[in-house]
C-alpha cells in the first residue's frame, strides 16, 4: 500500500524561474493538504482541497503560489518567480476526509539560488 | 501567530525512562490532537491522535493526555529507547468546523534523545 508520493524529491531553481511541484495522494483519500516547513517558521498550512475541489487556501501566499488538483489522483503546486525565500521543504498530505488523520509524503526541498 | 506551542525544544531521557513532551494551545476550537515523529531529513509520521471527547488514550508505550480547560496536552513514552530519538511534532485541528478546520496547527517540535 503505498503512501502519498511526491516528486520531485529535490529541486534547484535559480530566483526567478518556475517550480512546479507533485503530489499524488493515498488511493481512496479524497482530502489533499499541502504544508511548507522552514526551520524558523516551523510546518505551516498552505492550502487543502477536498473531492478535488479547493476548500481552504488561507495559508497561501496570496501572489505567484497557486494549487491544483485536476483529478483524484494529483496535485500540483506552482510556484511562479521563486525566490529565496521559497526556499524550504514542500509536504503533501492525505487524508480519508476532511476529519480523519492526516499522512504525510515525503516532501520536495526547493532550493532557490 | 503561533497557536500550538511546544515550550521545550529539547528532552534528554535516560534509557528504559518516561519521557514526556508537553504542548500548549490557543484556540478553543481545535478538538483533534495529534503527535508526530520526525527524523532528520524524513516528514513527519503520524504517532497517536485524540479527539477532545476523551482526555487519555494510550496505544503500547504512547500515552496521550489531554486537558481541555488548561489548553494542553502532552504525550508520554515510557520505556524508552533510543530510537525513540527524533524530534516530536505536536498538531491540533478543529474538525468540527466542517472542512475549513481541517487544517493543522503545528508546534515548532522537541528534539527528543534517549540515551544507552
Known amino acids: 500500500n503505498a503512501g502519498v508520493i511526491q516528486t520531485p524529491r529535490h529541486k534547484v531553481t535559480g530566483k526567478g524561474q518556475e517550480a512546479t511541484l507533485w503530489c499524488e495522494p493515498i488511493s481512496g483519500h479524497s482530502a489533499v493538504f499541502w504544508y511548507r516547513q522552514t526551520i524558523v517558521q516551523g510546518l505551516e498550512f498552505l492550502t487543502y482541497f477536498r473531492n478535488q475541489a479547493p476548500i481552504d487556501d488561507s495559508g497561501m501566499p496570496k501572489e505567484r503560489f497557486s494549487a491544483q488538483m485536476p483529478n483524484q489522483s494529483h496535485s500540483t503546486l506552482k510556484i511562479q518567480s521563486t525566490q529565496p525565500q521559497d526556499s524550504a521543504v514542500y509536504l503533501c498530505?492525505?487524508?480519508?476526509?476532511?476529519?480523519?488523520?492526516?499522512?504525510f509524503g515525503p516532501g520536495t526541498r526547493l532550493t532557490v539560488l | 501567530g503561533q497557536q500550538v506551542k511546544q515550550s521545550s525544544p529539547s528532552l534528554t531521557v535516560q534509557e528504559g525512562g518516561i519521557s514526556i513532551l508537553n504542548c500548549d494551545y490557543e484556540?478553543?476550537?481545535?478538538?483533534?490532537f495529534a503527535w508526530y515523529k520526525k527524523y532528520p531529513d524524513n516528514s513527519p509520521t503520524l504517532l497517536i491522535s485524540v479527539r477532545s471527547n476523551v482526555d487519555k488514550r494510550e496505544d503500547g508505550r504512547l500515552t496521550v493526555f489531554l486537558n481541555k480547560s488548561g489548553k494542553h496536552f502532552s504525550l508520554h513514552i515510557t520505556a524508552s529507547q533510543p530510537e525513540d530519538t527524533a524530534v516530536y511534532l505536536c498538531?491540533?485541528?478543529?474538525?468540527?468546523?466542517?472542512?475549513?478546520?481541517?487544517?493543522?496547527?503545528f508546534g515548532k517540535g522537541a528534539k527528543l534523545t534517549v540515551s544507552p
Open positions: 498530505a492525505s487524508s480519508w476526509d476532511w476529519e480523519y488523520e492526516q499522512y
Open positions: 498538531a491540533a485541528g478543529s474538525f468540527m468546523q466542517q472542512g475549513t478546520g481541517s487544517k493543522l496547527s
Open positions: 484556540n478553543d476550537m481545535f478538538d483533534y
